[in-house]
């Protein structure tokens, strides 16, 4: 490629779908990734034993199939074989004393199952999943335009001129509702809380963080409305059928490429020196889809604007993740009725459950009885295993960083606060003895055991710092007009042609692809 338009730093799905804007525009892009392969959080490996595809981190695309980037690339992307799976089950819940409830992709059907567990619970989810649909035109250019922009403007105003000034203040101020005072007030019953509670995890946030009680509203309403996909085949397929349309689109993609310093001229970046000592330049602007620590630490380092470098210095990073992946000779039995298809069913004794459990891994200690989150890919792409046996992806969201104790009080910790291999095995054991508890015979399917601690993520992905796969902390004094900085505008940076991309800005963490969608749009 001669000289590129935009330099891209990092390959997760925010440079992947910038990328194939920009190059849909005319642009000339190349991407440049440190690791030997593109997708950040995505990747697909044989990790337990041959024949068996596991998507070893990210594996649920439903912000991406109902984002704007898929509306905008979905069908170019479908021409070069990307293809997803689905369940009408998307998500359920399962608690120690065998009481259990399912979302379906059916309204009606998950109306008359709740009301069947508690009396009205399914009329009050519909009006809450209806309220999502009341107020999507706001609630989404919020979620996922640019905030400091005419369009945004014009939307709030619109919005205080038909429900008046209070009614928009009155919406915002219930909007920040954390997500035990909405669902202690709403449903009767403790099940019913529990299909919902965890879910709270997967956006970065706890049950008693303030919006966390809107966005288990929006993600309830997407669910049901568009269930929990997975790619066909692993993720693999996707990030193929991505580095198919960008290099069809005049791209270049190079992996094995570690950007170590941004070069900038007269106060504008103007292209990249990569560790291996080769300069490339780039005519108009360059992308970095990274941390705060990344972009203001080690590509900028002294040339880093001072008041970007205190505010990274305070930037605060959210829990870690655990991950743990099986290979079963056949698919579990669950002690639940419809619990095997569902897409990612959650163990938890309910919101007290998740709340101690977040609590106790903010505090730096491992959980007692950690949330888990069980995907079952076999269930929704047979083609992910060998016939008649079964593949599980399990994502434990409450992990610390750095380690203070275990609040079970059984577990040795090492000095230094650092996961060690024998620590996360014995941490997988504790999950696995609750997941056994739930399936008959479950031990004695399991072929393979993968697991994966925060340590073990990160050194996967720099920018998975601590193994917060969220890009930083997501309390709402880090979101919208304050993410990553108080000071941020969409995605520039104090350095002109430079712009920041990815889940540490806005609209954050998840696989919808909306700040490289967001700044292709502008560029």
Request: net charge neutral.
């Amino acid at each position: 490629m001669s000289q590129p338009d935009h330099i891209i730093v990092g390959s997760g799905i925010n440079a992947l779908v910038c990328a194939a804007i920009l190059g849909g525009k005319g642009a000339k892009v190349l991407v440049l990734e440190r690791n030997d392969r593109i997708g950040g959080c995505m990747r697909t490996e044989e990790i337990t034993a041959p024949g068996f595809i596991h998507d070893v981190m990210a594996t649920t695309f439903v912000l991406f199939i109902t984002s704007p980037a898929f509306a905008a690339l979905g069908a170019d992307l479908a021409r070069h074989g990307l293809e997803f799976c689905h369940t009408g089950t998307p998500t359920g819940v399962l608690r120690p004393d065998g009481s259990h409830a399912v979302l379906r992709t059916d309204r009606a059907a998950n109306i008359a199952a709740l009301n069947a567990i508690a009396t009205n619970d399914g009329d009050r989810h519909a009006d809450d999943v209806g309220s999502i649909e009341r107020n999507a035109g706001l609630l989404f250019g919020l979620l996922g335009g640019s905030l400091w922009s005419y369009p945004t403007a014009k939307l709030l105003a619109g919005d205080a001129w038909r429900r008046s000034p209070r009614g928009l203040a009155a919406f915002l101020g219930e909007a920040l509702v954390p997500a035990r005072g909405w669902l202690e007030s709403t449903y009767q019953s403790e099940t019913v809380r529990a299909l919902w509670a965890p879910w709270v995890l997967h956006a970065g946030l706890g049950p008693e963080d303030a919006f966390s009680g809107q966005i288990a509203k929006v993600i309830a309403f997407a669910l049901e409305a568009a269930g929990a996909p997975i790619v066909k085949g692993g993720t693999k397929n996707l990030l193929s059928a991505f580095e198919a349309l960008i290099t069809e689109r005049g791209g270049v993609i190079s992996t094995e490429a570690d950007v170590a310093s941004i070069i900038l001229n007269g106060g504008r970046a103007t292209g990249v020196r990569l560790a291996s000592g080769e300069t490339v330049n780039a005519k108009k602007s360059v992308i970095c889809s990274v941390t705060p620590t990344q972009l203001y630490g080690r590509l900028l380092g002294s040339e880093a604007p001072k008041a970007d470098v205190e505010a990274t210095r305070k930037f605060r990073y959210g829990k870690g993740n655990f991950q743990i992946h099986y290979a079963l000779d056949k698919p579990p039995a669950w002690r639940g009725e419809g619990l095997d298809k569902v897409a990612l069913l959650h163990l938890t004794p309910g919101l007290d459950g998740v709340s101690k459990a977040c609590n106790e891994a903010a505090r730096g200690m491992l959980p007692e009885v950690p949330t888990i989150c069980v995907g079952q890919p076999h269930a929704l792409d047979p083609s992910r295993c060998p016939q008649g046996k079964a593949i599980l992806w399990l994502q434990l969201p409450e992990a610390p960083r750095h380690i203070k104790g275990d609040a079970a009080g059984t577990l040795r910790t090492p000095a230094d606060g650092q996961w060690t291999e024998a620590l996360r095995e014995a941490y997988a054991d504790r999950a696995e003895t609750i997941l056994a508890s739930h399936i008959d015979g479950f031990k004695d399917s399991i072929i393979g055991r993968r697991a994966y601690s925060p340590a073990d993520l990160e050194a996967m992905n720099i920018n998975l710092v601590g193994g917060d796969p969220y890009g930083g902390s997501s309390t709402i004094d880090q979101s919208f007009l304050w993410r990553p900085f108080k000071t941020s505008r969409n995605h520039q940076t104090g350095i002109k042609n430079l712009y920041h991309i990815g889940a540490s800005t806005h609209p954050g963490a998840g696989l919808g692809g909306g700040s490289g969608f967001l700044l292709a749009g502008r560029l």
